[in-house]
């Protein structure tokens, strides 16, 4: 069993930075990726990014791509995504997943066995 808990969202400006922190805790992260899934009101969750935590190979969706940096902590157990140059579609709520997807399932839910509770970032005009 995995518990994760994700942390350091918060209500920002446009164009403002915030990182947010997942502890991914219970059991050895090697072999695992733990990802970043957003959803906004009214809207599906999506995926953000994700990184191997063995590897530290890091993946992102388009929209993620330039502004958003995954990176890990192994001595914390923790995953960390900054995010820069927040935009107000970016508000959300954010969650951690952790789980063995192969690469072209990285977006897939299914194959997160993990998740936190969500932490929201919302980014005013």
């Known amino acids: 069993q995995v518990q994760v808990v994700e942390t350091g969202g918060g209500l920002v400006q446009t164009g403002a930075s915030l990182t947010l922190s997942c502890s991914a805790t219970?059991?050895?992260?090697?072999?695992?990726?733990l990802a970043w899934f957003r959803q906004a009101p009214g809207k599906d969750r999506e995926f953000v990014g994700a990184?191997?935590?063995?590897?530290?190979?890091?993946y992102y969706a388009d929209s993620a791509k330039g502004r958003f940096t995954i990176a890990r902590d192994n001595a914390k157990d923790t995953m960390y995504l900054q995010m820069t140059g927040l935009k107000p579609e970016d508000t959300a709520v954010y969650y951690c997943?952790?789980?063995?997807?192969?690469?072209?399932?990285?977006?897939?839910?299914?194959?997160?066995?993990?998740w936190g509770q969500g932490t929201q970032v919302s980014v005013s005009t």
């Open positions: 219970g059991r050895t992260l090697s072999g695992y990726k």
């Open positions: 990184i191997s935590w063995s590897e530290r190979r890091t």
């Open positions: 997943a952790v789980g063995r997807p192969i690469l072209s399932a990285l977006r897939d839910e299914q194959f997160y066995y993990y």
